[in-house]
């Protein structure tokens, strides 16, 4: 298996959980990693956005990654997030970080200073130029206020084969997706980013997902995924439709705000996260609890 074929799937943007004083719930990420493995999930991204990772210390995020992948004990790859906007920065963070196990970086573009697309370019290339991993670049231009444009991916594509092995697109832009998937290098992996429109990107030619809902509703995620890869559509439309109610949910007052209110009401963790994130209003906790009982009953 190539290291591309690794994180060809479903992986999954774990979250962080914490007990009711605020602490990282190890128990509770322990059982969590175990069932998105037993349920199918592929890969397990740590770190990322949906970990709240901004708030965690840097002896908490040692912790995290030691949790997972002890947990996992080699069963799936494990995919670290690895970013930020300071290229030197992030350059001394892989320095220091003990990758032995883990399969690859996930690493997002630079957020807040609005690089061009050459200074995007630059980025990247100084940290696939010293990185022993595979990356995958994350391009999500509502949180970082910036796009990789389709032409800067295809670049490090053809520049970096081998190191940058793939982006999560999560621009919402089909144009730019198209253009990417019909001029990419061959094994140069496109995933969504975007739980709403996974299906769609894998039928246009895309690779599978990073996933949010796949943290509450992993077996049925991976189901859809693989028979959207599998080319069974009926099928992945089937359970694309039954998660969708739920995946405009849990976004609708930020994430992690909405899936983790869903996992808190399948008994999974506590409904607890950082500042300045704050749960879910009541009224949003209900529509969530209300399409959980519906998603129960059809096997979720």
């Given at each position: 298996?190539?290291?591309?074929?690794l994180?060809?799937g479903?992986?999954?943007?774990?979250?962080?959980?914490?007990?009711?004083?605020?602490k990282?719930?190890?128990?509770?990420?322990?059982?969590?990693?175990?069932?998105?493995?037993?349920?199918?999930?592929g890969?397990?991204?740590?770190?990322?956005?949906?970990?709240?990772?901004?708030?965690?210390?840097?002896?908490?995020?040692?912790?995290?990654?030691?949790?997972?992948?002890?947990?996992?004990?080699?069963?799936?790859?494990?995919?670290?997030?690895?970013?930020?906007?300071?290229?030197?920065a992030?350059?001394?963070?892989?320095?220091?970080?003990?990758?032995?196990?883990?399969?690859?970086?996930?690493?997002?573009?630079?957020?807040?200073?609005?690089?061009?697309?050459?200074?995007?370019y630059?980025?990247?290339?100084a940290?696939?130029s010293?990185?022993?991993?595979?990356?995958?670049?994350?391009?999500v231009?509502?949180r970082t206020?910036?796009?990789?444009?389709?032409?800067?991916?295809?670049?490090?594509?053809?520049?970096?084969?081998?190191?940058?092995?793939?982006v999560?697109?999560?621009?919402?832009?089909?144009?730019?997706?198209?253009?990417?998937?019909?001029?990419?290098?061959?094994?140069?992996?496109?995933?969504?980013?975007?739980?709403a429109?996974?299906?769609?990107?894998?039928?246009?030619?895309?690779?599978?997902?990073?996933s949010?809902i796949?943290?509450?509703?992993?077996?049925?995620?991976?189901?859809?995924?693989?028979?959207a890869?599998?080319?069974?559509?009926?099928?992945?439309?089937?359970?694309?439709?039954?998660?969708?109610?739920m995946m405009?949910?849990i976004?609708?007052?930020?994430?992690?705000?909405?899936?983790k209110?869903?996992?808190?009401?399948?008994?999974?963790?506590?409904?607890?996260?950082?500042?300045?994130?704050?749960?879910?209003?009541?009224?949003?906790?209900?529509?969530?609890?209300?399409?959980?009982?519906?998603?129960?009953?059809?096997?979720?």
């Open positions: 298996m190539t290291e591309t074929d994180f060809r479903t992986g999954v943007a774990m979250i962080t959980p914490f007990l009711k004083d605020g990282i719930d190890f128990d509770r990420l322990i059982m969590h990693a175990n069932r998105l493995i037993d349920q199918g999930i890969y397990l991204v740590v770190l990322g956005t949906t970990a709240e990772t901004p708030t965690l210390s840097s002896s908490e995020k040692k912790d995290v990654i030691r949790c997972v992948i002890e947990t996992c004990g080699g069963r799936v790859p494990v995919m670290l997030g690895l970013g930020g906007n300071d290229t030197k992030v350059i001394e963070s892989i320095k220091s970080t003990d990758t032995r196990e883990i399969q690859g970086l996930l690493s997002v573009s630079p957020y807040y200073n609005k690089p061009s697309q050459e200074g995007i630059q980025h990247y290339s940290i696939a010293l990185s022993d991993l595979p990356i995958m670049l994350y391009n231009p509502g206020a910036s796009n990789i444009s389709a032409e800067t991916t295809l670049r490090l594509a053809s520049d970096f084969g081998g190191t940058i092995i793939g999560k697109e999560a621009s919402g832009n089909f144009e730019q997706v198209m253009e990417i998937l019909h001029k990419r290098p061959e094994g140069f992996l496109v995933v969504s980013g975007d739980d429109i996974t299906l769609p990107m894998i039928a246009a030619g895309g690779d599978g997902a990073i949010v796949g943290n509450a509703y992993p077996a049925m995620t991976s189901l859809m995924v693989a028979a890869l599998d080319g069974v559509y009926l099928k992945a439309r089937e359970l694309h439709y039954m998660l969708f109610p405009r949910a976004f609708k007052e930020g994430n992690p705000a909405g899936v209110a869903a996992m808190d009401i399948r008994g999974w963790i506590d409904n607890v996260l950082r500042l300045p994130l704050i749960p879910v209003t009541s009224s949003l906790y209900q529509e969530i609890a209300g399409l959980d009982s519906q998603l129960q009953q059809e096997g979720a």
